[in-house]
């Protein structure tokens, strides 16, 4: 189903999207499920939002993010069968309606090779996930294939490999996480987390003197250097990885990030702009402007008697979560 042409050559854009629609056909043909509540409805939780099974779907055509977390997804299994280790034993957290990330996975390596665990929450994505397996004719790849909420998951499995791409940009909106800090104890000590890291940067701005990029943001290229333009970097505010996830307390809904400088911030940039970099794994990764996931965020406007002022940064772990500074004034 077009993988070997996707892992293994180095697609330009144009030929990516091409492989990437013929495989989007493909599983939305093969998940569809007769009995299918139509009703698309997002599940609300304590730390976050889990995506409704269209728009979870529709993730899919986001094309440079998804070739690049099953790229990145089947370089790190790879390098554990390498190292002679097999089963490698993953989990999948956030599967969607298409399984998206371990799709070649099913279609490069044998099933004695991988043992996959998935967990998804919302009913209407976990029914067609089941389906696209059996249609498939993949059901030997699966230990378990659960309906059930990450966030309350508990096993006596330790896995190689935990997967869960349920992020917005910049870390809003979504459980991200809260899910890695939960599962972090279920990662076998010489395991991998995909994506491996989410590196939040806060910059300078004025909004005024920004240009947005157009909807399909994986194909411009010129943006980000315009933008680039005027801006000043500031902090990076936060690295999520393995570490971060290990040292943080599932229960805080408030974690304190750092103390931010704004002191010699430049006379007309007036607002502060988060900027998110994932890495998947070793060199695969998006940059701002690559992906939905990696589009800018607002999160600050200068009043008169913040400017200037330090501000302490904050991970909301909330309902609605978030980074929030806070002027130490």
């Known amino acids: 189903m077009y993988f070997n042409q996707l892992i293994y050559e180095d697609p330009d854009t144009n030929k990516k999207i091409k492989l990437l629609t013929s495989i989007h056909h493909i599983v939305t043909k093969n998940s569809k499920c007769a009995s299918e509540n139509t009703t698309f409805n997002d599940n609300i939780l304590s730390q976050g939002v889990a995506v409704n099974t269209k728009l979870a779907g529709d993730c899919f055509t986001d094309f440079q993010r998804t070739f690049a977390f099953m ?3 089947y370089l790190c299994v790879k390098e554990k069968i390498d190292q002679g280790i097999q089963p490698v034993n993953i989990l999948y957290v956030g599967t969607g309606p298409y399984l ?11 099933p ?11 009913e209407n994505s976990y029914s067609r996930s089941k389906q696209l397996i059996k249609k498939l ?8 294939v659960l309906l059930t909420n990450a966030l309350c998951f508990k096993t006596t499995d330790r896995f190689d490999l935990i997967i869960s ?15 890695f800090a939960h599962l972090i104890n279920l990662l076998k000590p010489q395991g991998h987390l995909i994506p491996e890291s989410i590196n939040i940067n806060l ?18 290229t010129r943006t980000k250097e315009f ?7 500031i902090d990076n505010i936060l690295k999520a990885d393995k570490s971060f996830f290990q040292q943080i307390n599932t229960a805080s809904q408030k974690i304190w990030l750092k103390t931010v400088s704004t002191s010699q911030i430049k006379p007309g940039l007036n607002e502060l702009l988060l900027l998110t970099e994932v890495v998947i794994f070793n060199t695969i990764r998006l940059i701002e402007d690559e992906s939905w996931l990696t589009k800018k965020y607002t999160c600050y406007s200068f009043t008169e008697q913040s400017r200037g002022k330090p501000h302490n940064a904050f991970y909301l772990n909330t309902q609605t979560p978030r980074i929030k500074l806070i002027p130490i004034i």
């Not at 004719?137 to 378990?144: I, L, P, R, T, V």
């Not at 910059?203 to 411009?220: F, G, M, P, W």
């Open 71 to 73: 790229k990145g997804t």
């Open 100 to 110: 998206t990330i371990i799709l070649p996975l099913l279609f490069l390596l044998h």
């Open 112 to 122: 004695g090779m991988i043992t996959i665990t998935t967990l998804e929450i919302n």
């Open 137 to 144: 004719k993949k059901e030997n790849y699966f230990k378990s």
């Open 165 to 179: 791409e349920t992020m917005d940009k910049a870390l809003t909106r979504e459980p991200q996480v809260a899910i």
């Open 203 to 220: 910059v300078a701005s004025s909004i005024n003197l920004e240009k947005n990029v157009a909807y399909n943001c994986y194909t411009d």
């Open 227 to 233: 933008n680039d333009q005027h801006r000043q970097f």
